[in-house]
Nanobody, 124 residues
Framework: QVQLVESGGGLVQPGGSLKLSCTYSGFPVDDYIIGWFRQAPGKEREGVSC????????NYLDSVKGRFFLSRYSARNIAFLQMNGLKPEDTAVYYC?????????????????WGQGTQVTVSS
């Protein structure tokens, strides 16, 4: 059974940092991608970043480039999203998801399973 669990969210002041973790298990294949998405109140879910063995980490949003960094440790079944220089507009529930793909995608409908999400609030 596939499971993904996010952790590391919380309340942080503008300019601060958080490191989100996504621990996963039960993947039936060795070639997969881990995507990070977020959904703010009243807004649609958007693809933030993705990490694959072949491409490394990719950021899809211009607003997070240079601030968010991804890593993945397949042997430990864990992926991280390091978020620096956080802004109030980064406030959202952050989700990780997986897909049995070689190359990253930001399209949520292409992902197979999702975690429950972790709340990130950036406020003074």
């Amino acid at each position: 059974q596939v499971q993904l669990v996010e952790s590391g969210g919380g309340l942080v002041q503008p300019g601060g940092s958080l490191k989100l973790s996504c621990t996963y298990s039960g993947f039936p294949v060795d070639d997969y991608i881990i995507g990070w998405f977020r959904q703010a109140p009243g807004k649609e879910r958007e693809g933030v970043s993705c990490v694959s063995a072949s491409e490394g980490g990719l950021n899809y949003l211009d607003s997070v480039k240079g601030r968010f960094f991804l890593s993945r440790y397949s042997a430990r079944n864990i992926a991280f999203l390091q978020m620096n220089g956080l802004k109030p507009e980064d406030t959202a529930v952050y989700y990780c998801a997986w897909a049995r793909r070689t190359f990253c995608t930001q399209h949520s409908y292409l992902y197979d399973d999702w975690g429950q999400g972790t709340q990130v609030t950036v406020s003074s």
